[in-house]
């Protein structure tokens, strides 16, 4: 059992099991599911119906393959001037290369992740956010092998 935003949400072995199988390919039909799981594909459905329903399960999509990733990638610290986070998140919005950013603790106020299909557009990316009005100061950590990744 988890809480989350004061309800508590109970999920069980076969829900784990269900989660899992979806997360190594969100494709599998229902009935090639319920095969699996020893369960009526009708029990399945509404288990992950009902995963839907309460948030546990967000969504389905698509990963991008090698061939339409960006090949280089880039982590970003980024220090903000105080109340400047609204300014700052907004010009990263507009760049089409910044994959996502998050607040953090610590020494840096966000950590930007960036994709680029070229050393210049990771360059010229990297310059625009060191240049937006707000940044006080920013380090780039360029990701050269990926040694392990859950995310898929």
Do not use: W, Y
């Amino acid at each position: 059992m988890r809480q989350i935003d004061d309800k508590t949400i109970q999920i069980d072995e076969t829900d784990r099991q269900l989660i899992a199988l979806l997360e190594a390919d969100a494709r599998l039909p229902v009935a090639d599911l319920a095969r699996k799981l020893g369960l009526a594909r009708t029990t399945v459905q509404a288990r992950i119906d009902r995963l839907l329903a309460r948030g546990i399960i967000a969504g389905f999509t698509l990963r991008r393959g090698a061939a339409l990733k960006a090949p280089i990638r880039a982590t970003v610290l980024v220090c903000i001037e105080p109340r400047s986070q609204p300014e700052v998140l907004a010009r990263l919005r507009q760049m089409p290369a910044v994959e996502a950013a998050h607040t953090t603790s610590g020494r840096v106020d966000l950590l930007v992740q960036v994709s680029a299909r070229s050393t210049e557009e990771l360059d010229a990316t990297l310059d625009k956010i060191a240049e937006a009005r707000g940044v006080r100061s920013s380090e780039s950590l360029i990701h050269l092998s990926t040694k392990l990744n859950r995310a898929g």
